[in-house]
C-alpha cells in the first residue's frame, strides 16, 4: 500500500475509505492495485493551454472557466438525496483535504456506505436516485454536469485529480515520468463515476515512468500522487 504524505495522516484516518476504489487508504486488486497517494507536482505557465488541472483545469460542461454554472451544493454537509440533492454527477474541483460519502441510510455506520473517497485536486461523483445520503466534508462546491462529455479536451493533465475523457482530456496514450516510490502514484481508468469495484476498467501503482493508453470509451481518469501525464499518442 502507498504511503500517505505525512501532513495529511491525522486527517484521512479519520476518513478511512472502506469502499472506494483507488482511495488514498483502500487497496483493491481489479488488474491492478487500488492505492494512491497525495503529492504530485503541477506545472504552471506555458503548458496552461494544455495540461487539464486538478485544481479546475477543463470544463466538463463546454463553457470554459469563466463562466461556471451555480453550485448545486456546498462542500459541507449532510445531504438527503431527492430533497437536498438530486441525482445525478456532480464535479468539485481545487481540492486540498476533500472527503465525500455515498450512503444507503443515515445511520453513519460503515455498512451503510455505498462509495467514498478521499480527494485531492478535482474528482466527479455519480449520486444515485437509491442513494439516501451524500456527504462531504472540507471539499470544494459541487456543480452538476451534464450526462453527455463535452469541452475543449486537454492532451495533459496534473497528477492529482479525476478527469473526464472528452470534457477534460482526451483519450490516447498518457506517461508521468519521474514518479517516487514513497507516496506512489496511482492511475485509473473508469467506466462511470460510481466509485464502485465495477466501475474499474484498470488500475495500477507505478514507481518511476507510468504509461497508459486511455480509451474514448472510457469515462473518467483517476490520477493520485503522481508527477503531470503528458499524451504522447
Known amino acids: 500500500m502507498a504511503q500517505q504524505p505525512r501532513q495529511q495522516q491525522n486527517w484521512f484516518a479519520r476518513h478511512k ?5 483507488g482511495a488514498l487508504v483502500a487497496v483493491i486488486a481489479v488488474g491492478g492495485v487500488a492505492a494512491g497517494g ?8 506555458s503548458e496552461s493551454d494544455t495540461v487539464a488541472s486538478g485544481s479546475g483545469g477543463g470544463s466538463a460542461d463546454g463553457k470554459g472557466d469563466a463562466k461556471k ?3 448545486a451544493l456546498g462542500g459541507d454537509g449532510t445531504f438527503e438525496v431527492g430533497a437536498d440533492v438530486k441525482p445525478g454527477t456532480y464535479r468539485s ?25 478521499n480527494v485531492t485536486g478535482s474528482t466527479y461523483v455519480t449520486v444515485e436516485a437509491s442513494d439516501k445520503i451524500f456527504k462531504s466534508e472540507g ?8 450526462a453527455t462529455a463535452s469541452g475543449s479536451p486537454k492532451t495533459g493533465m496534473a497528477g492529482d485529480g479525476m478527469y473526464r475523457i472528452g470534457a477534460d482530456i482526451a483519450p490516447g496514450t498518457y506517461k508521468s515520468t519521474g514518479n517516487g516510490g514513497d507516496d506512489g502514484c496511482y492511475w485509473e481508468r473508469s467506466k462511470d463515476a460510481l466509485h464502485g469495484v465495477d466501475s474499474i476498467i484498470a488500475n495500477e501503482n507505478v514507481s518511476g515512468n507510468a504509461i497508459v493508453t486511455i480509451g474514448a470509451k472510457d469515462a473518467y481518469f483517476k490520477t493520485n500522487g503522481c508527477k503531470n501525464w503528458k499524451k504522447t499518442g
Open 69 to 71: 454554472a451555480a453550485p
Open 93 to 117: 474541483t481545487g481540492n486540498t483535504m476533500c472527503y465525500w460519502e455515498r450512503a444507503k441510510d443515515s445511520s453513519g455506520e460503515p455498512d451503510a456506505i455505498l462509495a467514498n473517497d
Open 17 to 21: 475509505v472502506l469502499t472506494a476504489t
Open 38 to 45: 497525495g503529492g504530485g507536482d503541477t506545472k504552471g505557465g
Open 139 to 146: 471539499c470544494e462546491d459541487w456543480e452538476a454536469v451534464p
